[in-house]
């Protein structure tokens, strides 16, 4: 590996380097964050403070042949096209999942599409080698972007990259590590979602990486650690007058392939050798970094961006065009209610596709968000619908996604009301909607956070039907749906049996109920191929009253 290194001009014995191209490649964060009339505030920002020139300087020892590189996140362009200009042997493909940003690097003065490949693509959902031709790729960079994705959904990114990458082909990775200050603000806090997993107070998400975790991650899914390091900086923020002490990840991955004889080798590397230069010595007497966590962006900028887009879901015969906070700035919302999340696209497929569920009946949908996609398809057969929410900007969004996708029959009996759990006036504000309460409430992903547990089940107790004399599958039931986060199923159910309730069924069916005495069974069999089953990480619980 060394002389390799050395064949190129470059060594392994230091980490300065890595530093510059890591702090270069920010930009892609910046360019994400940011509208089209901001790109070049951003442009101008680097190449003041250096980094174009750093890359002018030292890129050429970085390649010498020529290599095709895979950006992921590549934001409005502001790393693509310096490398294009840098190098006439190199071809960039670089995607995203923002489609404004996508156009952004389409629309640049310098793009070509004989020298950029750009596209829109969602890694948790794409196949990305419909795009790139199978092992085509030499290098790929995530740049701050695998800790915005769910820690669930991160082996479907790497399995989705290690497609493309030839065998051997390195995975150049920077982003958060554990210990990082914003993690250690966090620690007392509500807004974690799983071991490492916030939505933090200024609504920025993200995921803090252990060597254990990362290392082990990248290995179950075909890549091996070329290098691993941790970064830690004191960075200054100006704008708001303070200094952090941050930690990052810097590492490098390459993919473990035995059958590679006909494939070369990769011949990039990150040049770690210490080697200081002027500008370097310049920029650190300046002591200037730019810190991109926490929103700081729009601070820095202003920005106020337009942040709604339109998701079209699909499911049996419906097909709405859902308002959704956009993509890229979902993980700087405050609301979790604002975006689409994968257990209502289970529970709704699976209403849609057995409408008995519903049929008749008065539904109560509990922390519906924006979507409503469970509340608009029991629409169409309950007697009547209501979809609740306790945040005020989530309900206005949600009424927007009602008149627009339910057509007037469907739409007069679905209600949506605001309803905080435990709130007296707001549950009694429910209940004179429905004074014989409901026969099926629905929630998916309301359980990850521990202290909103026995509301939940509290404002449920008060809210559901207590007819029990009906056979056991019309008996009134709570339904949640979600991932497992910081609360596990047994804290769950020891909560629900405190406010009255019984978990009579599970899905996927669990070693203590029969097959013959389930109930969602017949949901899942009967109708398999109407169900969409977007993580096998969701889970069912079917809770009656005792």
Excluded at 57 to 72: G, L, P, V
Excluded at 396 to 405: P, T
Excluded at 429 to 445: A, N, P, R
Aim: hydrophobic fraction near 40%; proline fraction near 2%.
């Amino acid at each position: 590996m060394k002389e390799m290194l050395r064949s190129i001009g470059m060594s392994s014995t230091n980490s300065t380097k890595t530093e510059l191209v890591f702090s270069t490649l920010f930009a892609t964060t910046i360019s994400v964050l940011l509208a089209s009339e901001y790109s070049s505030r951003i442009d101008t920002t680097w190449t003041r403070n250096g980094d174009t020139t750093f890359l002018e300087r030292e890129a050429k020892s970085f390649w010498s042949d020529t290599i095709i590189a895979e950006q992921i996140g590549c934001g409005a362009g502001n790393t693509i096209f310096p490398l294009v200009a840098t190098y006439c042997n190199i071809f960039v493909h670089a995607c995203d999942f923002s489609p404004r940003a996508v156009n952004l690097v389409k629309m640049h003065k310098d793009f070509s599409e004989t020298r950029v490949n750009a596209f829109v693509c969602d890694l948790t959902v794409d196949d990305l080698s419909k795009q790139i031709s199978p092992s085509s790729v030499d290098i790929v960079t995530m740049i701050f972007v695998l800790s915005a994705v769910s820690p669930e959904k991160m082996p479907l990114v790497l399995q989705n990259i290690r497609k493309v990458l030839k065998p051997n082909g390195y995975v150049l990775f920077r982003d958060y590590a554990t210990g990082d200050l914003a993690q250690k603000r966090l620690g007392g806090k509500d807004q974690k979602i799983s071991e490492n997993f916030y939505v933090r107070g200024d609504g920025t998400r993200a995921f803090y990486f252990a060597d254990e975790f990362l290392t082990r991650l990248f290995k179950e899914n075909g890549f091996e650690t070329e290098e691993y390091d941790v970064y830690c900086k004191q960075v200054e923020n100006r704008s708001r007058e303070i200094v952090m002490d941050r930690r990052w990840v810097q590492a490098v991955f390459y993919s473990n392939v035995v059958n590679c004889l006909n494939n070369r080798k990769c011949e990039v590397k990150l040049d770690l050798v210490h080697k200081e230069s002027e500008n370097t010595q310049k920029a650190s007497a300046n002591g200037f970094e730019i810190d991109m966590s926490e929103g700081v962006a729009s601070e820095m900028f202003g920005v106020s961006p337009s942040t709604d887009e339109t998701m079209e879901v699909k499911l049996s015969d419906w097909v709405f065009k859902i308002r959704e906070l956009s993509k890229e700035y979902q993980h700087t919302c405050k609301s979790t209610g604002l975006m689409l999340w994968e257990s209502a696209r289970l529970m709704a497929s699976i209403v849609a596709a057995n409408q008995s569920i519903v049929s008749g009946k008065r539904v109560l949908e509990l922390g519906s968000g924006c979507g409503g996609i469970c509340s608009m398809v029991a629409a169409r057969s309950a007697d009547l619908v209501v979809a609740t929410d306790g945040d005020e900007t989530t309900l206005e969004l949600l009424s927007l996604n009602v008149s627009s996708n339910l057509q007037s029959s469907s739409r007069s009996n679905l209600i949506t009301k605001v309803l905080r759990w435990g709130n007296k006036d707001h549950i009694g504000s429910i209940k004179q909607l429905s004074d014989e309460g409901f026969e099926i409430i629905l929630g998916t992903d309301v359980t990850y956070i521990p202290e909103a547990i026995s509301p939940l089940f509290s404002t449920a107790r008060e809210l559901i039907s207590v007819n029990k004399d009906i056979e056991e599958v019309q008996k009134p039931a709570l339904i949640l749906c979600h991932i497992l986060r910081r609360v596990d199923e047994p804290s769950i159910i020891s909560a629900a049996a405190h406010f009255g309730f019984k978990l009579v069924d599970r899905w996927p069916l669990g070693s203590s109920i029969a097959r013959s005495q389930s109930i969602m069974d017949a949901w899942f069999l009967e109708n398999s191929e109407e169900v969409c089953i977007p993580s096998t990480a969701l889970s069912i619980m079917y809770f009656h009253t005792v």
